[in-house]
């Protein structure tokens, strides 16, 4: 059974940091490329960061260069967010994603269940 789980949100004050982590379990974690998505309320779901593996040049969304880095610890298929720096438009709920696309063309894509970060005063 495939799972991403996420954890690590909550309310946050503006300036604060969190550390969001998504564990998977159920396919073959180390041939995936893994994103963060976010969502807020009213709006579309967008694109925060992007890791692949070998994890060479992460790829991050211009609104959280320089505050946010992605990265991942293969040994416990695991990938995190840390988010520094926090602001409110960064409220929204985020949600770990794999993909891969095999050499056939078939792409395998799989969704955690999303954590929410609410930064707020």
């Known amino acids: 059974q495939v799972q991403l789980v996420e954890s690590g949100g909550g309310l946050v004050q503006p300036g604060g940091s969190l550390r969001l982590s998504c564990e998977t379990s159920?396919?073959?974690?180390?041939?995936?490329?893994m994103k963060w998505y976010r969502q807020a309320p009213g709006k579309e779901r967008e694109l925060v960061a992007a890791?692949?593996?070998?994890?060479?040049?992460?790829d991050y969304a211009e609104s959280v260069k320089a505050r946010f880095t992605i990265s991942r610890d293969d040994a416990k298929r695991t990938i995190y967010l840390q988010m520094n720096n926090l602001k409110p438009e960064d409220t929204a709920v985020y949600f770990c994603n794999a993909r891969l696309e095999d050499l056939d063309g078939k792409v395998y894509e799989y969704w955690g269940q999303g954590t929410q970060v609410t930064v707020s005063s």
């Open positions: 159920g396919f073959n974690y180390y041939d995936f490329g």
């Open positions: 890791i692949g593996n070998p994890a060479l040049q992460p």
